[in-house]
DNA sequence: CACTTACGAAAGTCTATGCTTACAATAGCC
DNA sequence: GGCTATTGTAAGCATAGACTTTCGTAAGTG
């Protein structure tokens, strides 16, 4: 997951993202979507390959890449424990606020 | 959005809002938790405050952290889309397979 | 008021990283 | 075999950022 969020913190990546996420592209192709230079690119598809994130097929000379959505299955599960257990507390604390009922106590804060 | 996956593609960050999920913390206690130096932890803090993933509340000199997970909303919301329209894309994919059918074509790959 | 406690802010250091300019590798074409 | 096209790799540079030490500040306490 370390990998999976240092990939798509980086905007350039996360375009890079949205370039491949409904079709194949070639490196080359990807790369002209941006002004700066085809090895910068290379470099973050890279990494985003590294983090499971692109798939890489080759075809002669040529390397396609795609989205590979699953990669970010991790990422969002620790999202949706992080969320859910968080709502929980506010619950447990209200549930807890309710039971000892000392009327008057107002707002706090 | 930026600021949220900056905050968060960094380990110790993570930890901390681990640490303040469920309870408040004050800054001395959770950098306790941590061996790093004490303003180490400040600036930490500083970033997930400014990111919206955590609450500030000031007590007479101390300051108390709690995780503010609507914070992490908007990131959810991106993961999710990104996640559906990939499937979706999927799903037309293997349709499109599916109708022109000529057979005998194979495993791909 | 002096003293302590609990912090953040400022400045400097060191590493990580995104970028560039070479260069190398591999596949197709004549 | 040469030639071109498409791409990754290597090395170097400049900026960002995580950390440290030092200092400043605000709230209590005697």
Redesign the pocket.
């Known amino acids: 997951m370390q990998a999976t969020l240092?990939a798509i913190a980086?905007p350039?990546r996360r375009e890079i993202l949205g370039l491949v996420r409904h079709r194949e592209m070639?490196?080359?192709?990807i790369?002209s979507h941006f002004?700066?230079?085809?090895?910068?690119?290379?470099?973050?598809?890279?990494?985003l390959h590294g983090a499971g994130l692109v798939s890489?097929r080759r075809q002669?000379?040529?390397?396609i890449y795609r989205a590979r959505p699953e990669g970010l299955l991790e990422l969002r599960k620790f999202l949706d424990e992080f969320w859910d257990d968080r709502l929980d507390a506010l619950k447990r604390e209200v549930e807890a606020e309710q039971e000892n009922g000392d009327a008057g106590e107002g707002p706090r804060r």
């Open positions: 240092h980086e350039r070639t490196a080359g192709s790369a002004d700066v230079t085809r090895p910068a690119i290379s470099q973050h598809l890279r990494v890489e002669g000379t040529r390397r």
